[in-house]
Nanobody, 117 residues
Framework: QVQLVESGGGLVQPGGSLRLSCVASGLTFNYYRMSWYRQAPGKERDFVAGMNGDGRIRKYDDSVKGRFSISRDNAKNTVYLQMNNLQPEDTAVYFC??????????WGQGTQVTVSS
């Protein structure tokens, strides 16, 4: 059974940093495209960052370019999202997403990130 387990969310002040982790199991991890999305209360789920299986291609939403960085460690079946200079508008539930070459999609449970003074 495919499972994505996220961690690393929490409460930080503006300008602070967090690193989110997503550990995958039940899949051939290096074949999967991995990405992060976020959803604020009352808002749609929006793309944040993503990468292909070997990490050579990375994309970011304009709102996080220069502040967030996605990476993966295929030996650990883990994808990360390093978030720096966090701002209140970054407050959301952050979700890990996996997509297979056959376009099967799996989601993590989400982890809360709150940026507030």
């Amino acid at each position: 059974q495919v499972q994505l387990v996220e961690s690393g969310g929490g409460l930080v002040q503006p300008g602070g940093s967090l690193r989110l982790s997503c550990v995958a199991s039940g899949l051939t991890f290096n074949y999967y495209r991995m990405s992060w999305y976020r959803q604020a209360p009352g808002k749609e789920r929006d793309f944040v960052a993503g990468m292909n299986g070997d990490g050579r291609i990375r994309k970011y939403d304009d709102s996080v370019k220069g502040r967030f960085s996605i990476s993966r460690d295929n030996a650990k079946n883990t994808v990360y999202l390093q978030m720096n200079n966090l701002q209140p508008e970054d407050t959301a539930v952050y979700f890990c997403k996996a997509r297979s070459p056959g376009d099967e999609v799996y989601w993590g449970q989400g982890t809360q990130v709150t940026v507030s003074s």
